[in-house]
């Protein structure tokens, strides 16, 4: 039954890059095959909770515009639960996205206790559970908010009060729980204060083994419950905190390391997130995929004239084929997926906008696809970079790398045949031109 939110619209049809309807797919055909699968799986996009139906379109200097029914003041915050799963799943039916993206705290309200917390948490999902039943869409991850309530002020899992830490290793635990009930592909950390505002009240050394303990029982926790999904971080450099201990794929790699989590752990990759960091999207992308970590992506961008994280539709080709580049050539998706972690700007105060946003970002997602996979058939990008490479591949420099070498060796090698190497183009406007023939 519908809620009226949308009016009578009719689930978004594919009509083909010719269209003027703003509320069609031009782009996005789901059926269409791009490198040898359907574009749905290649995509696997996903809507997500938070930004959709919790986020009222307040800024540091204004109140909410949105003025969602289930967000008003004094209503019932279980009735206002129930009605924004009901209009979630109707937008997520008109939209034709087969997952779905959320943290526990979007979907119900927080209680006295953990416990009254939790079984709102249930109560909801059990709703979910019926409507993923009757509709087919699907749960791509969950998370649980560990930064929106004062008791972490301080952090979660690097808190300095250990009861706030096991506070949120039970918050966590539900949060897994439910994830595994409704059948999500992977679960997912998101610190997002796991850091610091000042050293003079800091102890990284302490708090970083805190933050990998933490971890080290979430990946000990899934196993026991038989969870088959993937452990997801999502990194970020600051915002709300000073410095976050998760600041870039790099250095979460290296967190990974120190505490033997870095074939349990993979990465969720946001682009907004990437800027913040001062990496462009593809950088973070091509680090993940090097380093074996490569795992989801949040879809996103930033405003380049802005120092915060503002989280706009992603809709910028060129960027997208880029980014759908580095991920082809880690193989593709296989339990992550797109998601549409974006906003409205706070003057898109109509429902319809939310629908819009989405068709426009997927139709500019799908044709950075389309061209990704153009530039890997056309072969001539990747061809560059491994004839630039190629010396490696001779036997004497095969064993450089193997650590059958040594500076005596190599010092020797030059002398005696009088080396003289002589630099060698890299052609990078050449292979940005390359690029634009895609794009």
């Not at 972690?341 to 426009?360: E, F, N």
Request: net charge negative; glycine share 10%.
């Amino acid at each position: 039954m519908s809620t009226g939110f949308f009016g009578d619209l009719q689930p978004v049809r594919y009509a083909g890059p010719d269209s003027k309807d703003p509320l069609t797919y031009r782009h996005y055909n789901k059926d269409e095959v791009v490198f040898g699968k359907r574009m749905e799986e290649h995509l696997r996009f996903a809507v997500c909770y938070w930004h959709n139906f919790c986020w009222p379109g307040t800024d540091p200097f204004g109140g909410e515009t949105f003025m969602r029914s289930w967000m008003a003041a004094g209503g019932d915050p279980m009735a206002q639960a129930r009605l924004k799963a009901d209009v979630a799943f109707e937008m997520f039916q008109i939209l034709g996205m087969p997952f779905f993206t959320f943290h526990d705290r979007d979907i119900a309200p927080e209680g006295a206790t953990l416990a009254e917390s939790n079984a709102n948490v249930n109560a909801i999902a059990d709703i979910f559970e019926k409507k993923m039943a009757e509709t087919g869409i699907k749960l791509l991850w969950g998370t649980a908010n560990m930064f929106s309530n004062r008791r972490f002020m301080s952090g979660a899992a690097t808190n300095p009060n250990p009861d706030v830490f096991a506070y949120a290793a039970a918050q966590v635990k539900n949060a897994m729980d439910v994830t595994h009930r409704l059948g999500g592909e992977n679960y997912v950390l998101w610190g997002g204060r796991e850091g610091y505002e000042t050293l003079l009240n800091t102890n990284i050394g302490h708090e970083m083994d805190q933050f990998g303990r933490f971890l080290t029982m979430v990946v000990e926790y899934k196993h026991k419950i038989g969870f088959g999904g993937t452990i997801l971080i999502e990194p970020k450099p600051q915002e709300p905190s000073k410095h976050q201990y998760d600041y870039d794929v790099a250095t979460v790699y290296g967190f990974l390391k120190r505490y033997g989590l870095e074939n349990e752990v993979k990465m969720n990759i946001e682009q907004g997130h990437a800027i913040l960091a001062g990496h462009s999207f593809e950088h973070e992308l091509h680090m993940a995929r090097s380093l074996g970590i490569f795992g989801s992506v949040d879809m996103n961008r930033n405003d380049y004239q802005c120092g915060w994280d503002t989280d706009h539709f992603g809709m910028n080709v060129p960027e997208l084929a880029l980014a759908y580049y580095e991920i082809l050539m880690a193989g593709g998706f296989s339990s992550g997926g797109t998601n549409f972690d974006a906003k409205l700007r706070r003057q898109s105060i109509d429902p319809l906008d939310l629908i819009q946003a989405h068709v426009g970002s997927a139709d500019a997602i799908a044709r950075g696809l389309k061209a990704a996979a153009a530039m890997i058939e056309d072969g001539r990008l990747k061809e560059f970079v491994d004839e630039r490479y190629a010396g490696w591949q001779k036997p004497e420099n095969q064993k450089i790398l193997n650590g059958g070498s040594s500076l005596e060796e190599l010092a020797e090698r030059v002398h005696s045949k009088d080396l003289e190497p002589q630099p060698v183009s890299g052609k990078q406007e050449y292979l940005e031109s390359l690029v634009n023939l895609f794009v």
